[in-house]
């Protein structure tokens, strides 16, 4: 059986398309949340009062590691309006486990939460297949990079 010559720089041109899309992916996903805090707004100046307010907000952010973190969390306000110390609080709403979509919705917006978890759904489950490649296309290079020309290994096909 043939050697086959460790070539890593095939490595990191597999890496390096990979976190390209990654970033595309990101950029798709902060238009989306653009889109529904545009439409939040829009409804919220409509609606006049607190208890036509939103409770939801979605965040959009790359994070360290090739990830992206599209998650929901819920507001619930607290203080007097009257006295000008009227503060959002946020609380993280888990995403269910194994699953790359939450379930949440408000009557006004409703529809336009699911539409939007439905397409950020379609993005976590994109990227987190695209981290898992650069993941596995990582530890491919150093076993690449470990591997010596006489390693006995007899079982690498070409």
């Known amino acids: 059986m043939t050697d086959i010559p460790s ?8 890496i390096s398309i990979l ?7 990101h950029a798709r996903a902060y238009k989306i949340v653009e889109r529904h805090w545009n439409y939040v707004r829009e ?10 307010k939103s409770s939801l907000q979605v965040r959009c952010a790359a994070k360290v590691g090739n990830s992206i973190r599209i998650d929901w969390c819920g507001i619930k306000w607290y203080g007097s309006k009257a006295k000008g110390d009227r503060k959002p609080i946020r ?7 194994g699953a790359y979509g939450y ?7 409703a529809q336009k ?20 490649a650069i993941i596995s296309i990582r530890n491919a290079n150093l076993a690449a ?9 007899t079982n690498v096909r070409q």
Do not use: C, F
Not at 19 to 25: H, N, P, S, V
Not at 45 to 52: M, S, T
Not at 103 to 109: I, Q, Y
């Open 113 to 132: 939460v699911e539409e939007t978890e439905t397409q950020l759904g379609d993005i976590r489950r994109e990227a987190s297949h695209l981290v898992k």
């Open 7 to 14: 070539d890593t720089n095939r490595h990191d041109e597999a």
């Open 103 to 109: 379930t949440l919705s408000k009557d006004w917006e």
């Open 19 to 25: 976190e390209r899309r990654i970033d595309a992916l």
């Open 145 to 153: 990079t470990r591997e010596t020309p006489n390693s006995g290994d």
């Open 43 to 52: 409804m919220e100046g409509r609606l006049p009062g607190w208890e036509n």
């Open 91 to 97: 609380t993280y709403i888990a995403k269910p486990k």
